[in-house]
């Protein structure tokens, strides 16, 4: 009897541990990475209005954007200022039966080189030559410095599963205004964005922008033009 009470402390030795992991786990998933971006602009940050930066073909990212990342719990990379209301809108979406994820968050210029290099080489693959591989590509990826994922504000989002595509697009679409995300890419805009209807893109703008580009109907060149 005496021998067995002597060893009780072993059962504090899984519960410390468990602890541990927790504790461990909450600092993972809450502590920002502070990346070092190479490419992007501490001038947006100053002048106030980097929620609204215009990011496309005509207008690259200045080579000195940097951006403060926020690591999801799934691996993606965000801007850490838009974090709180990415929360707010996953955790309203869940609570009505939707189940969103963030598919693909910040890029890095690198990441969307190599993004690039893939199609081309698949082009080349399919018989073209590169010229004509690298000019079949740019028709669909944006070049590195001009995709709006390397400025952390925009998140290609999901619906966890496959079969809930089009209720989380239409979703998205009547809410994400209301937590300061617009659809970046509508059908009805692709010759002003120069990129093709793409359902998932959202592009965190701040509700007072959101608002005002949900009720126009603009897209983000338009409503940057009617503001100069
Ligand atoms: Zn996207």
């Known amino acids: 009897m005496r021998r067995r009470k002597k060893h009780r402390w ?9 602890a541990f992991a927790v504790f461990f786990m909450i600092r993972e998933l809450r502590l920002p990475a502070e990346i070092p971006y190479m490419r992007g602009s501490a001038s ?3 002048e106030g209005d980097w929620k609204t930066v215009l990011v496309n073909a005509d207008h690259p990212l ?4 940097s951006v403060s990342l ?8 965000v801007d850490e200022r838009i ?5 707010e809108m996953f955790d309203t979406a869940r609570s009505q039966g939707i189940s969103l994820y ?5 890029r890095s210029a690198e990441d969307q080189q190599a993004i690039m290099d893939e199609m081309i080489a698949q082009y080349i693959e399919e018989g073209y030559s590169r010229e004509a591989a690298e000019a079949e590509a740019r028709e669909w990826v944006a070049a590195p410095g001009t995709s709006e994922h390397e400025t952390g504000l925009a998140v290609d989002i999901n619906a966890e599963e496959e079969a809930g595509s089009l209720r989380t697009y239409n979703w998205l679409k009547d809410n994400a205004h209301l937590y300061g995300f617009i659809q970046r890419y509508p059908e ?14 959202y592009r965190y703008v701040g509700k007072e922008a959101a608002a005002e580009i949900y009720d126009s109907g603009l897209c983000l060149e338009e409503y940057q033009s009617s503001q100069r």
């Open 10 to 18: 072993i059962l504090f030795i899984p519960l410390a541990m468990a």
């Open 62 to 65: 200045p080579a000195d954007y």
């Open 44 to 46: 947006y940050r100053a």
């Open 70 to 77: 926020l690591r999801l719990d799934n691996g993606e990379y």
């Open 102 to 106: 963030v598919r693909s968050g910040w």
């Open 188 to 201: 009805e805009k692709s010759s002003l964005t120069g990129i093709a209807y793409e359902p998932w893109h």
């Open 83 to 87: 974090w709180p209301e990415l929360q």
